[in-house]
């Protein structure tokens, strides 16, 4: 073989990312793949995102993989750098997200003998990827990275944790002829089931369809709103899933959220049919398994999800299929309508009930709502807005009409912290969009060292910090199960602003509606990184729920 064919393994990594479509690395570097480093010098068609921790790194690639469609691609050094991207790693498992993990790991010939930072990585990551594996052979390189990129985007999306061994990025290898580029298969349903759904529709009076998860695509996307529009469905969303329809149709009646939504909670309660896409019918969706019986519901339950394996996980379906979400809602969309007038009272029902829950006319001393309301109406359709977790993102998801896909990115997951690096990971991906965080103050203190990142990339986004100083999700528990009785939740915060202007953003610190409206409008002016810190009512503990005195 000749010398020339020969390739270090570090460079054939690179080369079979960009084989697959992928951009951007976000990671922190670490010694123990300094070949990968090496490899990226010089290149100009993939770029990596410094970050500064790993999660943050890694939520920002669960985020970039929810904007294009594609794997995440996230890079961490053994050990610690582990440890601290599982958080991301997590949010993508529940949040259905196809993300690849590469990690370094200690040389092959040290293996199982606790040397620096080893880890078995099988094992520590084996409930919360979809696949594990170590490459051990140089040879298999391609072999490894191909499967990875299929399995995280195939069936229901999810991350992949792949360890490098950092000797074997150092091995010469004769690389295979080029990958083919891995795509999202498609399933499409089946033509009995789809005969078997009509038959529903045409019998029941009430029925509601509730759409989550992941793997949708503009098409897909596209395709529900027709169908819904045909069919004179409503449409709610499940727990963060706002996205997958544009909040202004004319059929969409809601979402659910952490806390109760009660005319949903009574129109779940009343319908005769749930058509579930794509959502998994979690925990936060139906209020801890309470308003949907398990086993057996009390509604004909019609279930869509691309792994078979789901339906029927908690609930047992009238109809399961197995579909990607844009086959079957591709296939809904051709479907003849079945009794679209007789839904029509049904539907103008639940939208009322959509229109009474998010009115603000109730909240008109809640500077806080005003300012989410106030985005609506500046922001463009297609504007990216993030959250992470904590009470600050209930005022977010009640009063904020998300209207484009990838509008909504916020973890299912209920992780804190992840709103920033989503930002980041939006930005980078598309940095034509307008792109606003959320983040409560407990929240943005978790990963706020990633406006360093944003800074040095030139990214493009806002964050507005929620100032209640506490944690308020807990305090909210707490005053539940035992009232007046605080412990661990109150919070002593720095000068978010002058934090903000040392990593080299813009800053200002509001109390009013109108010195948000003016602080929005020269961030958006400015341009680059910008901090809103937004002294939030500590009376409040959600939206219309005051703190007991």
């Known amino acids: 073989m000749s010398p020339s064919l ?33 490899a990226l010098h010089g290149r100009n068609t993939i770029r990596f995102v410094t970050c500064r921790q790993e999660g943050g790194a890694a939520m920002a690639a669960d985020a970039h993989a929810r904007i294009t469609g594609r794997p995440g691609i996230c890079m961490v050094t053994r050990g610690p750098g582990a440890t601290n991207a599982s958080a991301g790693v997590h949010v993508a498992f529940q949040d259905s997200t196809p993300m690849i993990l590469f990690i370094g790991q200690v040389a092959r010939e040290m293996v199982d003998r606790e040397a620096f930072q080893e880890i078995d ?26 499967r990875a990129y299929r399995v995280a985007m195939s069936g229901r999306p999810g991350p992949v944790v792949l360890a490098l061994p950092e000797d074997m990025l150092y091995d010469e290898i004769t690389p295979p002829p080029a990958p083919k580029r891995a795509e999202v298969p498609r ?36 395709a529900l709103a027709n169908f819904a529009q045909a069919q004179n469905l409503p449409v ?49 969706t139906t209020g801890g398994y309470t308003y949907l019986e ?62 009474a829950y998010s009115d603000l006319e109730p909240h008109q001393n809640d500077a806080y709502a005003l300012m989410v309301d106030h985005l609506n109406a500046v922001l463009p359709e297609d504007a990216i807005v993030t959250n992470g977790a904590g009470n600050y993102a209930g005022w977010v998801h009640r009063f904020y009409r998300y209207r484009s896909m990838g509008s909504c990115l916020a973890p299912t997951s209920g992780s804190m912290g992840y709103g920033l690096p989503a930002a980041v990971g939006a930005a980078v991906a598309d940095p034509t969009r307008d792109v606003v965080c959320f983040a409560g103050d407990g929240c943005f ?29 807990i305090r909210a528990h707490q005053e539940r199960e035992f009232p007046g009785h605080i412990s661990g939740t109150a919070l002593s915060n720095p000068d978010f602003c002058a934090m903000a202007r040392s990593f080299g953003a ?14 929005l409008t020269e961030a958006r002016a400015r341009g680059g990184v910008n901090l809103i810190e937004v002294a939030q009512d500590e009376g409040l503990l959600a939206p219309g729920v005051p703190l007991p005195s």
Not at 506 to 519: D, I, N, P
Request: charged share 20%; net charge negative; aromatic share 8%.
């Open 6 to 38: 020969q390739m270090r393994a570090a460079d054939h990594l690179i080369d079979l990312l960009e084989a697959h479509g992928s951009t951007d690395i976000f990671g922190v570097p670490g010694e123990s793949y300094l070949p990968v480093l090496d």
């Open 121 to 146: 990585y099988r094992r520590m990551f084996g409930q919360m990827a979809k696949w594990v594996a170590q490459i051990d052979d140089a040879d298999r390189l391609q072999e490894y990275v191909s």
């Open 187 to 222: 399933y499409q349903p089946d033509p009995d089931g789809l005969t078997a759904l009509r038959g529903h529709l045409s019998t029941v009076k009430r029925p509601l369809v509730m759409v989550g998860g992941g793997g949708w695509t503009q098409r897909g996307r596209d």
């Open 236 to 284: 709610t969303a499940a727990m963060r899933s706002q996205g997958l329809i544009d909040n202004n149709h004319a059929n969409y009646v809601g979402h659910f959220s952490v806390g109760k939504v009660p005319y949903l909670v009574e129109a779940l309660e009343g319908a005769d049919l749930l058509i579930c896409i794509g959502a998994r019918l979690g925990e936060m």
């Open 294 to 355: 398990p086993p057996v519901t009390r509604q004909k339950l019609v279930h869509v999800y691309p792994e078979p394996e789901e339906p029927g996980r908690v609930y047992e379906p009238d109809l399961a299929l197995a579909a990607d979400m844009q086959s079957f809602c591709e296939a809904l969309e051709y479907m003849s309508p079945v009794a679209p007038d007789r839904f029509g009272a049904w539907v103008d029902n639940l939208r009322q009930g959509f229109a």
């Open 445 to 473: 203190m978790m990963t706020c060292q990633e406006l360093a990142t944003a800074v040095q990339h030139d990214l493009r986004l806002t964050v507005i910090v929620a100032n209640n100083n506490r944690y308020g999700t």
């Open 506 to 519: 813009g800053a200002a610190h509001v109390t009013s509606l109108e010195e948000f409206k003016a602080a």
